[in-house]
Nanobody, 120 residues
C-alpha cells in the first residue's frame, strides 16, 4: 500500500517562505516522478512542479524562480521550497507519485493535501 503524507503548510504573509514535505511509504517503482500540485478554491487542480527519480525537475511558469523542488530518494521524501510567496499561491497543495511500470501500466498515488494560505 503506497501512502503519501504532506506536511509543512500554514499561513504566511506575502513575501514569506514555506517548505512542504511529502513522505512516501510503501513500494514504488524505481523510475518515478514525484510532483506537487495545488488547487485554489473554485479552480482546477494544477501542476506546480515535478522531479524524476533521476533528479530532473520542471516547474509551472508561475512559480519558476520562486519555488524549488527536491527529493531524497533514500528517505523517499520530496520537498517544495516556496519563496517570495504571493496571495495567488494560496491553495491546497497535493503531493503525487506516479510511474509507468514494466508492463506499461500507469500508477498514480496522491496525498491528502496541505493548506497553504498567503495573506496580503
Amino acid at each position: 500500500q503506497v501512502q503519501l503524507v504532506e506536511s509543512g503548510g500554514g499561513l504566511v504573509q506575502a513575501g514569506g517562505s514555506l517548505r512542504l514535505s511529502c513522505a512516501v511509504s510503501g513500494s514504488i517503482f524505481s523510475r518515478n516522478v514525484l510532483g506537487w500540485y495545488r488547487q485554489a478554491p473554485g479552480k482546477q487542480r494544477e501542476s506546480v512542479a515535478g522531479i524524476t527519480s533521476g533528479g530532473s525537475a520542471n516547474y509551472a511558469d508561475v512559480v519558476k524562480g520562486r519555488f524549488t523542488i527536491s527529493r531524497d530518494n533514500a528517505k523517499k521524501t520530496v520537498y517544495l521550497q516556496m519563496n517570495s510567496l504571493k496571495p495567488e499561491d494560496t491553495g491546497v497543495y497535493y503531493c503525487c507519485a506516479d510511474w509507468v511500470d514494466e508492463t506499461g501500466a500507469y500508477w498514480a498515488y496522491w496525498g491528502q493535501g496541505t493548506q497553504v494560505t498567503v495573506s496580503s
